[in-house]
């Protein structure tokens, strides 16, 4: 089945730019999503199909994918961006459809 | 307002079984695909189950297939997931989902934790 790779932990301060990197075989072709889960909560999608934003989330957050690695990228962190963030592509060609990344934890200095 | 409300959590021994439901509101629940996703403590997202809008498809994780369950009845805007022969490892939140289109998932409950333990 398809693996989605990411950094277990990415380290941040206030002001500037989080990377959040999800590794997968030609991953540039398939459409790709993205988790925000803070502490006791529900995951809330923040990007889906590759770099739209849904309604209500910040233009900080924004998305790439190209080749084998797709990336969330958050600008002008803030301390509320602190929080689990994961990947997830659909794999139309399995019947394990939704696949989701290892998750990385985005720590606000 | 989109509304999902998982509910049937609980304390069980291994080998128990243990039914969860999930209650829809705000949209057409008929004909949307549904989604069940866990998280054990402290760990990622993983999917368990998923049921086409009719049931006709369903799909499994293989840590879970022949051991749980989907179904939905769409006159009552009802998702369930029958666990059966729950093991230690099956300790997790199980969340429900779906998404105006199937490929993201939009919209989940607040899930509901399922502890297995003697």
């Known amino acids: 089945s398809y693996v989605l790779t990411q950094p277990p932990s990415v380290s941040v301060a206030p002001g500037k730019t989080a990377r959040i990197t999800c590794g997968g075989n030609?991953?540039?072709?398939?459409?790709v999503h993205w988790y925000q889960q803070k502490p006791g909560q529900a995951p809330v999608l923040v990007v889906y199909?590759?770099?739209d934003r849904p309604s209500g989330i910040p233009e900080r957050f924004s998305g790439s994918n190209s080749g084998n690695t797709a990336t969330l990228t958050i600008s002008r962190v803030e301390a509320g961006d602190e929080a689990d963030y994961y990947c997830q592509v659909w794999d139309s060609n399995s019947d394990h459809p939704y696949v989701f990344g290892t998750g990385t934890k985005v720590t606000v200095l | 307002e989109v509304q999902l409300v998982e509910s049937g959590g609980g304390l069980v021994q291994p080998g128990e079984s243990l039914r969860l439901s999930c209650s829809a509101s705000g949209f057409n629940f008929s004909i949307y695909e549904m989604t069940w996703v866990r998280q054990a403590p402290g760990k990622g997202l993983e999917w368990v189950s998923y049921?086409?809008?009719?049931?006709?498809?369903?799909y499994y994780a293989d840590s879970v297939k022949g051991r749980f369950t989907i179904s939905r009845d769409n006159a009552k805007n009802s998702l369930f997931l029958q666990m059966n022969s729950l093991r230690a490892e099956d300790t997790a939140v199980y969340y429900c989902?779906?998404?105006?289109?199937?490929?993201?998932?939009?919209?989940w409950g607040q899930g509901t934790l399922v502890t297995v333990s003697s």
């Open positions: 989902c779906y998404g105006d289109y199937v490929y993201y998932l939009d919209y």
């Open positions: 199909d590759d770099s």
């Open positions: 049921i086409s809008s009719g049931g006709s498809i369903i």
């Open positions: 030609n991953i540039g072709s398939k459409s």
